[in-house]
């Protein structure tokens, strides 16, 4: 692709640029964005690691030469753009940690880190977000109001990053945040997600149940981990199915049980850990009260003993109504009507849903192919679905910005 952007005639119009305009001629081809993505993915960081990451950012933002950068945490960074107007502050946000996964692509630019890799797509948001830094950049003159640009650490990892960020103070003039997540969506597509809840909270447990050794032939001289763990994976379920009010989204999965190592061995320990999606807070607790109260009841009934660790996660992003429609507007404007759709909540959750605690925010999605299925050590995307993304991240800025 030759052009980095390109706005509708509309647009370029309303910002003083008409039919004969050659800014989006000249500016950066989508080959230096995918240049970008490649060069991040290629080196992934886990997260509170991504000190190369975030200098090479860095360094991006400062070659566009009218970007003031900032690195207000140890390993993020803001990018800041005044316009020649004062106006309103709005921000952009992309997550920049990798994730403990080793990468099985078999890609030319694939991970050169041994079991880290860029298997969620904050590659993408990066590089999308530097390639809108950039065209914003050379339409300052024009700008009224400020952009700051949020390049994020530790999305991945509990407590996140955001909550460093908004620690700082750095953040506290902005008055809208946006943020944009690649999914598995057709290629191109921008996903418009509820006004409320869009997305989960997300909180864990990690469970140890300590049963008494003793030899598979003679069970009654033994108690059982692993009897009691498999009562209590089936007792868990109930919970959804018959505590949680119809209607209202609730998620527990167990994706951890580990135990034994011999077929005649009763083994003392077993090893349990599961998550838990809720999208309001009656349910939420609703579920912490009975998933503990299982727990405690399952295992003594059985003789075992235990070891709970509850832990509560993100909790939902709340996409606010006016940001929402302005979103849905500016993407329908600069990608075309046939290209955004209206997405249901994602079970997915979010450290984002943390700067509602300074404005409101909105999320919306990106498609970058149907197999694009995120957390997986096979993750790839389609690079051409960068276009539409960035294409939607400018407009958005513009439109807010010019309300």
Not at 97 to 108: F, K, M, R, S
Not at 135 to 164: C, R
Request: proline share 5%.
């Amino acid at each position: 692709m030759k052009k980095l952007i390109l706005l509708t005639l509309s647009v370029l119009s309303q910002y003083g640029f008409g039919q004969d305009n050659t800014l989006w001629q000249n500016s950066i081809p989508m080959t230096k964005v995918i240049e970008w993505r490649r060069h991040i993915h290629q080196n992934p960081e886990l997260s509170f690691q991504e000190n190369k990451t975030s200098k090479y950012v860095a360094d991006v933002l400062k070659s566009f030469g009218n970007i003031q950068v900032k690195q207000i945490t140890k390993t993020s960074v803001i990018g800041i753009l005044k316009g020649n107007s004062p106006g309103k502050t709005v921000a952009f946000r992309a997550d920049m940690d990798a994730l403990p996964i080793q990468e099985e692509t078999g890609l030319p630019y694939a991970s050169v880190n041994a079991n880290v890799s860029h298997a969620c797509g904050h590659d993408s948001h990066t590089a999308m977000l530097l390639g809108t830094a950039y065209t914003l950049s050379k339409m300052q003159k024009n700008l009224k109001g400020t952009v700051i640009f949020i390049f994020q650490h530790a999305e991945e990892k509990i407590p996140g990053g955001a909550l460093d960020m908004i620690k700082t103070g750095e953040l506290d003039s902005i008055e809208a945040f946006f943020g944009l997540h690649v999914m598995p969506l057709p290629v191109g597509i921008i996903g418009i997600l509820p006004n409320g809840p869009a997305s989960t909270a997300s909180d864990s447990f990690f469970l140890t149940i300590t049963g008494k050794s003793s030899h598979g032939s003679m069970p009654h001289l033994g108690v059982d981990p692993i009897v009691t763990g498999a009562e209590l994976v089936n007792n868990l379920q109930t919970i959804v199915s018959r505590n949680v009010q119809p209607g209202n989204l609730a998620v527990l999965t167990v994706g951890k049980f580990q135990s034994g190592n011999a077929p005649n061995v009763i083994p003392e320990r077993a090893e349990l850990a599961a998550t838990i999606r809720t999208t309001d807070p009656e349910t939420r607790k609703l579920m912490e009260t009975r998933i503990k109260s299982i727990v405690e009841n399952t295992i003594k009934t059985n003789n075992a003993s235990y070891q709970l660790d509850y832990v509560l996660g993100y909790p939902p992003i709340y996409n606010d109504e006016k940001l929402n429609a302005l979103a849905k507007a500016s993407a329908i404007k600069a990608t075309g009507l046939d290209n955004v759709v209206d997405s249901p909540s994602i079970t997915a959750s979010e450290d984002f849903s943390y700067y509602k605690k300074i404005a409101p925010v909105c999320f919306v999605l990106l498609g970058v192919g149907n197999d694009a299925v995120n957390h997986n050590s096979k993750f790839t995307i389609d690079e051409s679905a960068f276009l539409n993304g960035i294409k939607t991240e400018v407009q958005i800025i513009l439109d807010f910005l010019n309300q």
